[in-house]
């Protein structure tokens, strides 16, 4: 038997949790509510849980479905299977985006549409593979890998428009073109 | 394979990872061997995303969060079973039960958290108001209520402390241990706070009966044991705001 130390628990994962509540809910306080939701689960349903590998999974998966449970227009947020395919991100240049401030960074996040959020939110996080991401997420790891990709080509135009707005110069790799 | 298809799937490879068609990665990889411009790319694009992650992993986490987790939920050790087979799980209850009975012995030997953790946690509890358990001015009551939820009751409070009225009291936990907290009305909106846990639960300097001061942050903080006790008194506010409870004068 394996005896998970709450308290190692909590000081491991509340940080990256409620950053991720942060990027579902898009609000400081419900992201909290989340998170501590979160952990009442674990302390007293965690015990089912019968593979300790699997305590992060479990703690991101019960955030996200206690997400899902909260939302009141669930018929907006229905799942659909994304055709498995790859794009090409915008590249911005690295030096563009050591400029920003963190919270440019999270407010562009945030502007990205709601079935990309969670799963780039996750693999930014980079503590999840994509077979544990679609897991959490309960989709196929298809569609995840899919969702990532344009969601992160969604973000770098977010990111792309945030630069321009504080007047950085934009490179676009391939043709390197100039703009902003 | 073209350069554009060679980056959409060499944008999405980490390593170790498993889900992209092999083959295609495979051709991908080859060709940003043979292509410098590709590789520089490639390089670049890993070079974002690490600064696109290492800004979202500095997003604030509120203060306090932590500290509210810990003291709202009653979280005891868990215990993952394995899906062993019962025969296995039957011999291996035995050895638990040895254990279970060692680290009984072991429990008293368990080494205290330092102060500074102690400090750090409790003052980031009040950093956010925090909820009261029990509201009232009345400190006998709020003692008697303390009592019974087994948390510590037995408050000394400094002498000069006593001439303001309480607010009201909860428990909460450290590291497995209980403390309470007890509030005191100082004028407008500002509060004192007083923290006290059995002496166990923090490691102190010597016997510590007289306040040693600490700042954090924009709270001072007093730290003192008595007894079996340990105490932590903090205010918003520097030291002098402090030491006035303390003085004799």
Known sequence: MAEIDPEQLVETYYAPLYRFGLSLSRNEADAGDLVQQTFYAWATKGHQLRNPSKVKTWLFTTLYRDFLAKRRHAD????????????????VSPSVIDALDCAI????????????RAPVTLFYMQQHSYREIAEILAIPIGTVMSRISRGRAELRDELSDAA??????????GGDQAHG | MDEREARAILGMHRAGETGLDEARLQEALRKAETDPELARWWNEDKELDLLIASKLVHTPVPAGLKARITSGVEMQPSVVRPNWSRAILLAAASIVALAVLFSSWRGPFQPAASMADYRDEMVSFIKVAPNLEL???????????????????RLSVPKKLRNYEPLGCRVLRFRGRDVSLVCFKLGG??????????AKTVSTDGSASDPVYAAEEDWMTATWTEGDQSYL?????????????????
């Open chain 2, 233 to 249: 008194l903090t205010v918003k506010g520097d030291r002098a705001a402090l030491e006035k409870f303390f003085s004799n004068s």
């Open chain 1, 76 to 91: 907006r947020f229905v799942e659909t299977e994304d055709a498995l395919d790859f794009i090409e991100p915008l590249h």
């Open chain 2, 135 to 153: 509201e009232s001015s009345d400190l006998e009551r709020l003692q008697d209520f303390l009592e019974k939820a087994e948390a510590p009751a």
């Open chain 1, 164 to 173: 321009a707005a504080e007047g950085r110069k934009i490179v676009r790799m």
């Open chain 2, 189 to 198: 909106d500002k509060l004192a706070h007083l923290f006290v846990t059995d």
């Open chain 1, 105 to 116: 960074v999270q407010k562009a996040l945030h502007a990205l549409d709601d079935r990309y």
